[in-house]
Structures are given as structure tokens and as C-alpha cells.
């Protein structure tokens, strides 16, 4: 079983940039997907940035050109550089792990098939 710990959330202002971290330690399925998804109170949750074992990546068209998702296979460490912040980026942001889906945003499959960590907060001020 796979355990995902999140860190690097804070509160900022506007246009500032944070990077995330997650670590994944126990068993890791070296061909799953691995991404970022966030949710904010009241909201549903959505993704973020996804990273597939091939390398190949995904963004919401909301963090496209602002957002970078990397991961490090070594130290099995998923990053999300976040740049020109934003107050609507404001949520809870979590780390998950899942066998790849056909679309990369199918979110019941996510739902149903992913390992989660706990989350950190990102708050952003205007």
C-alpha cells in the first residue's frame, strides 16, 4: 500500500509562486499516473496536473502556462510549481496515485481507483 505526504502549502498574495511536494513511501506502482487535484470549500474536486509513467503531462486549462508538474522517479517526489497565483487557485490541495485512465480527466475513475494524501492548503489573497 502506497502512502502519500503532502507539503509546501501556505497563505500568499496574488502573483507570488509556491511549489508542493509529495513523497510517496510503501509500495509504488511504478505505472500508475501521478497528480495533483485540488478542492475548494463547497466545490467539487477537480484536477490540476498530472504526470503519466511515460512522462507525459496534463494540466486544467485554469493553471495551463502557470503550473508545472515534475516528478522525480529516484526519490519518488511529485512537485507542482505554481507561479502568478491567483485567488481563485485558493483550495485544498492533494497528491493522488491511480492506474492511468483513457481520458486524463475522468474524475469517477480517479474517484474510485486513487490513493490519496492528506492535502495541504494553499491560500491565496488578493
Known amino acids: 500500500q502506497v502512502q502519500l505526504v503532502e507539503s509546501g502549502g501556505g497563505s500568499v498574495q496574488a502573483g507570488v509562486s509556491l511549489t508542493l511536494s509529495c513523497v510517496a513511501t510503501g509500495y509504488r506502482h511504478t505505472t500508475y499516473t501521478m497528480g495533483w487535484f485540488r478542492q475548494a470549500p463547497g466545490m467539487e474536486r477537480e484536477g490540476v496536473a498530472v504526470v503519466n509513467s511515460d512522462a507525459s503531462t496534463d494540466y486544467a486549462e485554469s493553471v495551463q502556462g502557470r503550473f508545472t508538474i515534475s516528478k522525480d522517479n529516484a526519490k519518488y517526489e511529485l512537485t507542482l510549481r505554481m507561479n502568478n497565483l491567483q485567488p481563485e487557485d485558493t483550495a485544498m490541495y492533494y497528491c493522488?496515485?491511480?492506474?492511468?485512465?483513457?481520458?486524463?480527466?475522468?474524475?469517477?475513475?480517479?474517484?474510485?481507483?486513487?490513493?490519496w494524501g492528506q492535502g495541504t492548503q494553499v491560500t491565496v489573497s488578493s
Open positions: 493522488a496515485t491511480y492506474p492511468t485512465p483513457l481520458s486524463s480527466w475522468n474524475m469517477s475513475w480517479i474517484l474510485k481507483y486513487a490513493t
